[in-house]
């Protein structure tokens, strides 16, 4: 497999006559890791049961978790090749993806959003897009040889597009730290960010996708010109793991 076609630095921008012509209007970009994220890692327990958190006791944090109303349920699920390491073995919800892919469309107010790969997964995601349905571009952080850059690349590659005055959308299960957004804030952003940290056992919750899409469609909504920190956004539920999940 080949990524020449649908791979991008991290100084790559595309521009279109709705966005040169009003800054406000240019659509966000979309950075999205994938374990944790899209790839779901729920309790085994809850599998066991079809999806169901009706066996838990009263009380137990996880039946709002799995409640149908925060978790999109997975209907798919497959493998994805990596390389010399084998294929690994991927969950995931349709209606997300279809949701997520669906931001890419325009409106008539502002051109589609551009998703971009920002994942361990960085060599091998012409396989996660062939088991997902969809085509979106890679971003080249990380040196998949050496392994260099792997431990801050991610966290650079945002920081790196702060001064394109274009909205960032950074959805990443592990990254979307304190310490992150410290980072992002202090580096002065010239458009909106949102940064939104799923719960890697169910991965982008119904809630989460609802405030990614309302940013999508206007980024600047809950900007106050008195507050810089406004501009920076981090949206984090618990994090349910130590470590790196995934591939």
Do not use: C
């Amino acid at each position: 497999m080949s990524n020449t076609s649908n791979t991008s630095n991290t100084s790559n921008t595309s521009n279109t006559s709705k966005q040169t012509s009003n800054p406000r209007a240019a659509s966000a970009i979309i950075l999205i890791d994938f374990d944790g994220v899209i790839n779901q890692f729920p309790d085994d327990k809850v599998r066991q049961r079809q999806n169901s958190a009706a066996w838990m006791k009263p009380g137990d944090p996880r039946i709002n978790l799995y409640s149908p109303a925060n978790w999109f349920i997975p209907d798919s699920k497959g493998t994805a090749q990596a390389g010399r390491f084998g294929r690994y073995r991927i969950l995931w919800s349709s209606e997300l993806v279809s949701r997520l892919d669906a931001l890419t469309k325009p409106t008539a107010t502002r051109d589609g959003a551009r998703i971009m790969w920002l994942s361990t997964w960085q060599p091998f995601t012409d396989s996660l897009n062939e088991a997902l349905g969809v085509g979106w571009p890679t971003v080249k952080w990380y040196d998949p040889q050496t392994g260099v850059g792997r431990l801050t690349g991610k966290r650079r590659t945002v920081l790196d597009r702060l001064s394109d005055a274009r909205p960032i959308i950074w959805i990443d299960d592990e990254e979307t730290t304190p310490s992150a957004q410290s980072a992002l804030r202090g580096s002065l952003p010239q458009a909106p960010v949102l940064a939104v940290g799923p719960d890697a056992r169910i991965g982008i919750s119904r809630p989460q996708m609802a405030a990614i899409e309302r940013f999508a469609a206007d980024p600047y909504a809950k900007v106050d010109a008195g507050d810089p920190d406004s501009l920076v956004r981090f949206d984090v539920a618990g994090d349910a793991h130590d470590g790196h999940i995934g591939f």
